[in-house]
């Protein structure tokens, strides 16, 4: 009687189970949207999604030319998606589908059909699906999101769509005769040229937004990185190759929130209909033109490498986009622009550190600076440094007199990232190479916004706000010494600490020639100034692990250069807008 009343509730619980779903009348099974997600000469990824339906659905089987069939792997929802493999190079294949539950099995037509692509030729795919675009927040300084996949894909370990710089469409053939910009030859552009100063495009630095890939496919918020965006999200990641559902490339994960993505290696570059280096490489365009007229990309591989690249326009190259929709925002206070869209305020003095109390804070004014006291620099040292190496994983923020190449290897870690006097952590961050050059060179009247001084005493760089008011009572001269010396700062101009108050209070930034540490030798102090970026110079002569972009200057110029990562150098933070 015992065994009796198991089967009965068995067979109660099978017919319960079989009540709640319903036969599969094809009049309810319609399809919302298929397409080709991925396509080669002898493969495609069908990717199908059905209108809601009161039927259950247990199986979804594509069949196709030649009475094959392949059951789909439910992704989500109502959408299936199958690989079709073994197929005929430069062949039309027709598909249907058998969808069934425990009652019946219907046949749904979509009247849809693909074409394989001919062996070497890039596929074209005027069905695939698209997707919304989808950004992850790393917790950037900048306040710029990175989408989650690339332009075409539908998800982070899809190549997506390929694209000549400035143009909005891909196409099946990459070379100067079909660029749009272009009357066929490489010397007779039509728009985007480029005069002798780096960087300037038609009197812009980046990309029209009509032109952007990324804003003419996702919208007005959507658009390509520059090289600075690119070098911020690298200087705030961790790097590793790894492989996604047979896809190799790079994970990036952040050090400021872990949140990460997923770059595929989707080769170096179209040109003509052949692609480079597929599933090994993966150089991705930015909104930027080198001063040869080609366009700069960032490139990396599977042997852990990651360069910067000029290449031709006209190839065809991956678009991952950023998105910020923080639009035109007025801002009252003294700002510096570093960019085209980033605006910035400096931290009150330069970056200090007491070693024995493991402390954090910024110089009591912008005039201050330790000099040659940061000889003393050891880990048990009780008194305050402000001369660090280069901030790396592998450092305590460059706190180290170690010429030991090892010991500052690794990826950047913003000295921001410390909780520093009152500051919370990640309030302050430091500039990138990009930043220090805009802010030097390409920004609105940027000749006249700096220039050197002595302050009460003090030698050293004056950059002035982008909205700047000379306040009444001073003047200020945008002016260097034709030579370099401790006493010519003042003899350019010279502030008294009444003068420098109401300089500092309308906005104006002193960074104090502060000198250079090697090993435990302080040198340079009053004549020379270091201040590091967040930039390793991937273009160093010598090993490009150990060099890193600074601003420097002497009371005859400022400009950009690359200093070894063990050098300790002055460090000013900023905080963005």
């Given amino acids: 009687m015992k065994c009796l009343r198991y089967i009965v509730l068995l067979v109660s619980v099978l017919l319960v189970a ?33 209108h809601p339906t009161a039927a259950t659905i247990q199986t979804v089987t594509a069949c196709y030319t030649g009475g094959l069939k392949k059951e789909m792997t439910h992704v989500k929802g109502l959408v299936y998606r199958v690989e079709l493999k073994n197929l005929q ?52 300084p900048s306040g710029v999101k990175w989408a989650t996949f690339n332009v075409g894909a539908t998800k982070p370990e899809e190549y997506g769509d390929y694209f000549a710089w400035g143009e909005t469409e891909p196409k099946e053939l990459y070379d100067w005769s079909t660029y749009k910009w272009c009357d066929g030859s490489y010397n007779t552009l039509t728009k985007y040229n480029t005069d002798s100063e780096y960087g300037v495009v038609d009197n812009k ?10 804003t003419a496919n996702w919208g007005g918020d959507w658009r390509m990185p520059s090289t600075e965006e690119w070098n911020e999200l690298l200087s705030h990641c961790s790097l590793k190759w790894e492989e996604r559902n047979g896809v190799s490339g790079v994970a990036l994960v952040s050090v400021q929130n872990g949140n990460s993505l997923f770059l595929p290696a989707a080769g170096v570059y179209y040109y003509d209909n052949g692609l480079v280096n597929l599933n090994v490489e993966g150089w991705y365009r930015t909104n930027s033109l080198d001063e040869s007229r080609g366009t700069i990309s960032l490139g990396f591989s599977y042997t852990g490498s990651i360069n910067w690249y000029a290449n031709d326009r006209c190839f065809g190259q991956p678009v991952r986009p950023v998105y910020d929709a923080r639009g035109d925002e007025t801002i009252n206070e003294p700002y510096f622009s570093v960019s085209e869209t980033q605006k910035v305020t400096f931290s009150p003095g330069n970056l200090q550190y007491h070693p024995a109390n493991n402390e954090w804070r910024f110089a009591p004014s912008q005039l201050d600076y ?108 945008a002016v260097f010494h034709i030579s370099s010396g401790v006493d010519n700062y003042a003899a350019c101009q010279t502030f008294t600490a009444e003068q420098w108050s109401k300089l500092e209070a309308a906005g104006a930034v002193f960074l104090p020639a502060a000198g250079y540490r090697a090993g435990s030798a302080v040198d340079g102090v009053r004549q020379r100034g270091y201040y590091w970026s967040a930039t390793e110079d991937i273009y160093a002569t010598e090993d490009i692990s150990n060099f890193v972009f600074q601003l420097f200057f002497y009371s005859h110029e400022a400009d950009m250069s690359s200093r070894l990562r063990y050098t300790g150098s002055s460090v000013r933070l900023v905080k963005d807008l």
Avoid: M
Wanted: glycine residues 8%.
């Fill in 370 to 477: 330790i000099g040659t006291a940061n000889s003393n620099c050891s880990s048990t040292y009780n008194g305050w440094l402000d001369l660090f190496g280069w901030s790396t994983s592998a450092t305590n923020f460059g706190v180290s007199t170690s010429y030991d190449e090892n010991d500052y290897s690794g990826s950047f870690v913003d000295w921001g990232t410390n909780t520093i006097g009152n500051d919370a952590p990640n309030t302050w961050r430091t500039l990138t190479y990009d930043e220090w050059y805009y802010l030097r060179y390409d920004r609105t009247n940027a000749n006249n916004l700096v220039g050197v001084a002595q302050v009460n005493g003090v030698n050293g760089l004056i950059f002035l706000p982008d909205n700047w008011t000379c306040p009444s009572g001073v003047s200020f001269e």
């Fill in 18 to 50: 079989a009540c709640e779903q319903l036969p599969l009348p094809d009049t309810e099974l319609i399809l919302a949207k298929q397409g080709t997600v991925e396509l080669t000469d002898n493969s495609a990824v069908i990717e199908i999604e059905f």
């Fill in 205 to 214: 630095k980046i990309l029209e937004s009509s032109d952007d890939a990324a």
């Fill in 89 to 140: 190079s430069d062949t039309e294949y027709h598909v249907y589908y058998e969808v069934s539950n425990v009652f019946s099995t219907v046949v749904v037509t979509g009247n849809y059909s693909f074409k394989t692509a001919k062996k070497g030729e890039k596929p074209d795919n005027p069905n695939t699906p698209t997707a919304t675009p989808e950004y992850v927040d790393l917790g950037l």
